[in-house]
């Protein structure tokens, strides 16, 4: 799971960088299968990943979602092929043996790393997904983010959290978040219109929002 731990965190943190996306997203995917054991001999996977990097970021900028379908294949394919892909020991090891965090201990350095990466893909980079469907869902429904404030910065935590509440296995916290959510909108829906676009947007987005946090949880 390295190489698609590595995939996640440049596209994440790539979308965090106002500027110099793809050379920061570059860097993060060399130093990133480097570090954690990817020899000379498959750094290919760098050439690779750089191709579904760079398409990622150019949709992004052009509402397209050419990036989504080709991270969406990618990263199956990374994940069927993970027992296939030969990796080295990992130069960051040693360091992560001695963290003082004695949780970690029973966590391969691999799963962590898919951990962190699936973080910072969660981030915004998420939002990219959900504006993308909610813009298939159709033009209208997406313009009341303009009137409903606040999901950008919402979205992440919701994600991180149901995340979390999955992989600790505290599966009846997340209908909290829904409730949460519910009450937090609802003076928002109250005011909705007939075509009832509000309540959609609130819909769609939420759950497009949540699915992509918990389509992760499997691989852990």
Known sequence: MSALAVLLAA??????????????????????????????HTLWLAVVLGIVLVVWVDAADHDSSAGIGLLGVASTVLVLSSGALSFDDAPLQDWYDDLPIPRLAAVPLDRAALGLGVVLFLATAANVVV?????ATGPHVLDQGNDLKGGRVLGPLERWFVLACALSGNLAVIAVVVAAKGILRFPEISRDG???????????????SWALALVFVPLF
């Open 11 to 40: 596209v994440g943190l790539a979308d965090l960088s106002r500027r110099w996306k793809v050379a920061v997203g570059v860097v993060v995917l060399v130093a990133g299968l480097l570090t954690l054991g990817a020899g000379w």
């Open 131 to 135: 504006r993308r469907v909610l813009q």
């Open 194 to 208: 007939p075509d009832g676009l509000r309540a959609e947007y609130v819909l769609v987005g939420s759950f497009v």
